[in-house]
């Protein structure tokens, strides 16, 4: 069993940035994280995921330079830290744990979930 909760979201301006943290508890540490989000109408998509290590990240084209995951595993906590955000970023940012890393950016491929933290940014 592993539980998720997610905090740091908030309104902020294009071209800040902003930290994001999930908080785990149960088997975190033999899990692989991700980060998807959500727009109001959208299908929720991947933006990034990290192994078990945190030696390996992975990364949506359209976060790809701008996005860093992370993980602490003695804190039992994810993080996305969010630079140059754009409007476009704006959704609900939702941390998912995995057993595996086969496929990484498939929802279908998390069976933990956090109930999100909304970030969105004003233009």
């Known amino acids: 069993q592993v539980q998720l909760v997610e905090s740091g979201g908030g309104l902020v301006q294009t071209g800040d940035s902003l930290r994001i943290v999930c908080a785990a508890s149960g088997g975190f540490n033999t899990r692989f994280m991700g980060w998807f989000r959500q727009a109001p109408g959208k299908e929720r998509e991947f933006v990034a995921g990290v192994s078990v290590s945190g030696d390996e990240t992975y990364y949506a084209d359209s976060v790809k330079g701008r996005f860093t995951i992370s993980r602490d595993n003695a804190k039992k906590m994810v993080y996305l830290q969010m630079n140059n955000l754009k409007s476009e970023d704006t959704a609900v940012y939702t941390c998912?744990?995995?057993?595996?890393?086969?496929?990484?950016?498939?929802?279908?491929?998390?069976?933990?979930w956090g109930r999100g933290t909304q970030v969105t940014v004003s233009s």
């Open positions: 998912a744990a995995s057993y595996s890393s086969t496929y990484y950016s498939l929802s279908s491929n998390y069976d933990y």
